[in-house]
T-cell receptor, first 120, second 113 residues
Framework: GAVVSQHPSWVICKSGTSVKIECRSL??????MFWYRQFPKQSLMLMAT?????????EQGVEKDKFLINHASLTLSTLTVTSAHPEDSSFYIC????????????????FGPGTRLTVL | AQSVTQPDIHITVSEGASLELRCNYS??????LFWYVQSPGQGLQLLLK??????LVQGIKGFEAEFKRSQSSFNLRKPSVHWSDAAEYFC???????????FGKGTTLSVSS
């Protein structure tokens, strides 16, 4: 399967600052990338889906101006949490797939190790 | 709305004993089902998946799962658990639009010696 990395693995920031999280597909071209959020002992909740070179599609209830996603290349997607607040503290996970979202029901998603964000 | 239910939040199994993790889904058509495992510091790793065909699916690390349409279930099994299997296990189904995975809340597996 694909190897996906995330950087940083954990970050602590002050309230009001912005934080950027990187997701890299190391060994294949990821046409589609997904960003999830996971609360302790909770399921993964999809935040947004992005195709390379296109604007991200955000799930209902996710503020696109707060969670900026840039899928600039087939190997890199970034999630920027703008003006972070303590309630944004969470575990953020990205995943990649070779298929185009909406086309490949059977495409396997490969997940990064996650980034723990703590906002003070 | 589609959903995935993992009824057991936490399970403890003795090393060498058999394991079954339950997963129930709600979905009108043929579901596309996955089991993932999450270990601390590791990304979710795909254990196995079911799309069609044989309802008994073999995965990695000695895991298997059986799709039962009549029970809307996709339970994960392993005949003999190893201490290294202690982790969080997630069942997931592709949504109706085919654009995203819907995850269950996960089951934490502890292995006792």
């Amino acid at each position: 399967g694909a190897v996906v990395s995330q950087h940083p693995s954990w970050v602590i920031c002050k309230s009001g600052t912005s934080v950027k999280i990187e997701c890299r597909s190391l060994d294949f071209q990821a046409t589609t990338m997904f960003w999830y959020r996971q609360f302790p002992k909770q399921s993964l909740m999809l935040m947004a889906t992005s195709n390379e070179g296109s604007k991200a599609t955000y799930e209902q209830g996710v503020e696109k101006d707060k969670f900026l996603i840039n899928h600039a290349s087939l190997t890199l997607s970034t999630l920027t949490v703008t003006s972070a607040h303590p309630e944004d503290s969470s575990f953020y996970i990205c995943s990649v797939t070779e298929g185009l979202a909406g086309v490949g029901r059977t495409d396997t998603q490969y997940f990064g190790p996650g980034t723990r964000l703590t906002v003070l | 709305a589609q959903s995935v239910t993992q009824p057991d939040i936490h399970i403890t199994v003795s090393e060498g004993a058999s394991l079954e993790l339950r997963c129930n889904y709600s979905y009108g058509a043929t579901p596309y089902l996955f089991w993932y495992v999450q270990s601390p510091g590791q990304g979710l790793q795909l254990l196995l998946k079911y799309f069609s065909g044989d309802t008994l699916v073999q995965g990695i690390k000695g895991f298997e799962a059986e799709f039962k349409r009549s029970q809307s279930s996709f339970n994960l099994r392993k005949p003999s658990v190893h201490w290294s299997d202690a982790a969080e296990y997630f069942c997931a189904v592709v949504n109706q639009a085919g654009t995203a995975l819907i995850f269950g809340k996960g089951t934490t597996l502890s292995v006792s010696s």
